[in-house]
């Protein structure tokens, strides 16, 4: 049995007439690692901000552990958000982030935070304004890994971050996660960098999600054909398209959906390339949509 | 069948709704970093002091009265030095520390609990402090030297009782002003802060000009002298009640930057 941490259904957040995040549905289940992909400024932040109850929604209905979270201090103590842009007391020190910790994280583990400040090589005496954006990002990061909060997001983990801490992450992330099972939500607009983390995909993009997947199902979602145009055009055809590629008489075309067998063979009989999509590509041409399909739509017709 | 995760838990069923441990941890956030609140403020107060004492024994070596020197010292502000600082923590409270006991997990209404609870042991220490330093400057004859700092101003007058009840209702008015209208901001911004720049300069010529219409001067004046230093005291204490009321109603729905 699996149990809902987070419910929302239309939920919305206004600036103005800007909808950052425009009447979103969707549930989080318990212990699972949730993918918030999209662009910059597609909502990720905004969304998290109202899941953590640090912002207020205009419309709808969000339900954290069973009820709404803002001001809910029963709420609040399962989660743990470092926003990205955190803001920090004034002259702090990463060394005053982790002794404070514990005081608000009941499962907080101060010897694994002690091991990945060692790992990321964190320099807890200086001052977070002087720290460069990785180490800021790696203060984040353990902030999230050790307070094993029972609702952890990760904003942003790899901004900044070398390829040797990005890789710890990845390692203490996934063992960590092993031994306590945790609901996690990683915001990200690297996507191939945490794509082999992820068990399910919420694609966002201007405050609206465009897709809500197991992550394996969307891995093999999507499938590009290649091969001379006037062919490729005649396979796809009556498929769903969601982007186009070519230069001269060769055409590209990424479908939304398997091919089946048979589908296979007839391709290959065409002299046809089937290749798959990787999670990157299949969430640039859903939310670069608009560029590509504006350039297609022309040729097309 | 998926259930619901729920948090009607365990341990807030029976707790009152005063959470001690959750308004406790704030003040111990606030204080993680002990040079904001307590650290500044005595280095503040320090230089002052070694200012005054270097010129106290430059007026003694040029030969000047010491008396007249004295009753020059009364009109020092310099006892009076931490006071801007501290309307910038009380500021800065709200700007920053606000914004990561957010993300920490805190609700609004545990900070500001949490945060006035640091007030008052802040003022309350100052206060002792400087009542304290106020009655050693008088025993020592202003540190052997004649310098006077702390014996200034209307400190000294009234014993350390009266020091102490000012500086404590001085110091939270303070703190609580810097802090509360840093709420203003957290929740309107700009705009908030424009409308109480412009509505706070729109009451006060209101205020005068109904003052001088209906020719109530004389009559504020005689209220303020009537006033005893026990009332004025009690006014502070009533100003700095009502921004921190008034912080804690606009900081409930404020979100972090």
């Not at chain 1, 999230?144 to 040797?164: Q, W």
Request: charged fraction near 20%; charge should be negative.
């Amino acid at each position: 049995m699996t149990s809902t941490v987070v419910r929302a259904s239309g939920l919305t957040k206004r600036y103005g007439s800007f909808a950052a995040v425009d009447r979103v549905d969707f549930a989080l289940e318990e212990n699972r690692i949730y993918g918030l992909l999209g662009r910059n400024g597609a909502g990720k932040t905004t969304l998290m901000q109202l899941l953590t109850g640090q912002l207020f929604p205009n419309e709808g209905e969000l339900e954290v552990f069973g009820r709404t979270p803002a001001e809910h201090a029963d709420v609040l103590r399962r989660l743990c958000f470092i926003a990205e842009s955190q803001r920090y007391p004034e002259d702090f020190t990463p060394k005053h982030v982790f002794t404070s910790a514990p005081w608000f994280f009941e499962n907080w583990d101060a010897e694994f935070a002690e091991r990945l400040i060692a790992d990321f090589r964190l320099p807890v005496k200086r001052r977070i304004k002087k720290l460069s954006r990785g180490q800021l990002s790696a203060v984040g990061v353990i902030v999230g890994l050790a307070s094993r909060a029972p609702l952890t997001f990760f904003d942003e983990p790899y901004l900044g971050l070398d390829a040797v801490a990005r890789h710890i992450f990845y390692d203490r992330l996934l063992e960590d996660y092993a031994e306590h099972p945790r609901t996690i939500v990683l915001s990200t607009h690297l996507i191939d960098e945490v794509a082999n983390l992820l068990e399910h995909v919420i694609l966002i993009d201007q405050g609206r999600i465009l897709l809500d997947r197991d992550a394996e199902e969307v891995r093999g979602q999507a499938t590009t054909i290649a091969g001379a145009r006037s062919v490729v055009e005649e396979f796809v055809q009556g498929r769903p398209i969601i982007g186009r590629e070519g230069i001269g008489g060769l055409a590209s075309v990424t479908i939304d959906g398997r091919l089946d067998r048979e589908e296979r063979i007839r391709a290959a009989e065409l002299g046809l390339e089937l290749a798959p999509v990787s999670l990157q590509q299949l969430i640039v041409h859903l939310t670069g949509a608009d560029l590509a399909g504006a350039t297609e739509k022309e040729v097309a017709a | 069948m998926t259930a619901v995760a729920t948090a009607t838990a365990e341990r807030e069923l029976g707790a009152s709704r005063l959470r001690v441990g959750e308004i406790w941890r704030i003040v111990r956030l606030l204080a993680v970093n002990p040079t904001i609140f307590f650290g500044v403020p005595w280095m503040i107060l320090g230089g002052a002091w070694a200012v005054t004492m270097v010129l106290a024994l430059i007026m003694t070596g040029a030969g000047a009265p010491m008396e007249e020197a004295r009753e020059g010292f009364r009109y020092s502000w310099a006892v009076l030095s931490p006071q801007w600082y501290l309307v910038v923590v009380g500021v800065q409270a709200v700007a920053y520390t606000f914004s990561f006991a957010l993300g920490f997990g805190s609700t609004r209404r545990d900070f500001w609990l949490g945060m006035s609870v640091m007030f008052v042991l802040v003022s309350a220490e100052m206060a002792v402090a400087i009542a304290t330093l106020v009655q050693l400057e008088q025993l020592t004859d202003g540190w052997w030297i004649g310098a006077g700092m702390f014996d200034a101003l209307w400190y000294g007058q009234l014993g350390w009782g009266f020091d102490f009840l000012s500086t404590f209702v001085l110091q939270l008015l303070v703190l609580f002003v810097g802090a509360s209208a840093t709420t203003i901001y957290m929740r309107w911004r700009v705009r908030g802060m424009m409308v109480l720049l412009f509505g706070t300069v729109a009451l006060v010529l209101v205020l005068v000009a109904s003052l001088t219409f209906t020719g109530s001067w004389p009559a504020v004046w005689a209220w303020l002298a009537g006033l005893t230093s026990i009332g004025l005291i009690l006014v502070g204490l009533a100003a700095a009640a009502v921004a921190a009321v008034a912080g804690f109603l606009v900081i409930r729905r404020a979100t972090p930057r």
